[in-house]
T-cell receptor, first 112, second 113 residues
Framework: GESVGLHLPTLSVQEGDNSIINCAYS??????FIWYKQESGKGPQFIID?????DKRQGQRVTVLLNKTVKHLSLQIAATQPGDSAVYFC???????????FGIGTKLQVIP | DAGITQSPRHKVTETGTPVTLRCHQT?????MYWYRQDPGHGLRLIHY???????DKGEVSDGYSVSRSKTEDFLLTLESATSSQTSVYFC????????????FGSGTRLTVV
């Protein structure tokens, strides 16, 4: 995950547009990646995951892309809606419950 | 957060006092975790449990202890609260160690004054 200060990076998107949220992961040995959504005052919510033997995976309105060459993960949200406003963060895993590393996140603001 | 409940949701406590946070699940999941979330940091693992009475330390376990006497309950205790333990604490559950799509609780906001 990113190493940033106290202020989350923010992405502002017009309602109906597509959103792309990026994540640079740290360990080239990581073999499993997850995206979470966290709304204000709530716990993180699982969105989608991908294993390192894949480079793309699609869900409902979301697509995760994995580029192992540059250790980059992205989350694409199609037709962004106001309900998509939240903090999104990625997590990477080396295997085993001790080895999940969570990123700090990106705040997505949807402009009506 | 269906199936997982944290209590209390908010707590203010004084430095030096013991504090216990509770996580209760109705999913019968074997694995339970306690994380803390602080500005500028991703979620950090405090302790985890892989079964009743089976627990182990995470990366930020100093000053914390846990207990799991029943499958459904996982308690986090701050033995003597310090200001550095002011944080939002999340409990998470998972069915298996291979499944990292954890289900998280709603969190407990703890302030140590």
């Amino acid at each position: 995950g990113e190493s940033v200060g106290l202020h989350l990076p923010t992405l502002s998107v017009q309602e109906g547009d597509n959103s792309i949220i990026n994540c640079a992961y740290s360990n080239s040995a990581s073999d499993y990646f997850i995206w979470y959504k966290q709304e204000s005052g709530k716990g993180p919510q699982f969105i989608i995951d991908i294993r390192s033997n894949m480079d793309k995976r699609q869900g409902q309105r979301v697509t995760v892309l994995l580029n192992k060459t540059v250790k980059h993960l992205s989350l694409q949200i199609a037709a962004t809606q106001p309900g998509d406003s939240a903090v999104y963060f990625c997590a990477e895993s080396l295997g085993g419950y001790q080895k999940v590393t969570f990123g700090i996140g990106t705040k997505l603001q949807v402009i009506p | 957060d269906a199936g997982i409940t944290q209590s209390p949701r908010h707590k203010v406590t004084e430095t030096g006092t013991p504090v216990t946070l509770r996580c209760h699940q109705t999913e019968n999941h074997r694995y339970m975790y306690w994380y803390r979330q602080d500005p500028g940091h991703g979620l950090r693992l405090i302790h985890y449990s892989y079964g009743v009475k089976d627990t182990d330390k995470g990366e930020v376990s100093d000053g914390y202890s846990v207990s799991r006497s029943k499958t459904e309950d996982f308690l986090l205790t701050l033995e003597s609260a310090t200001s550095s333990q002011t944080s939002v604490y999340f409990c998470a559950i998972s069915e298996s160690v291979e499944n990292y799509g954890y289900t998280f609780g709603s969190g407990t906001r703890l302030t140590v004054v």
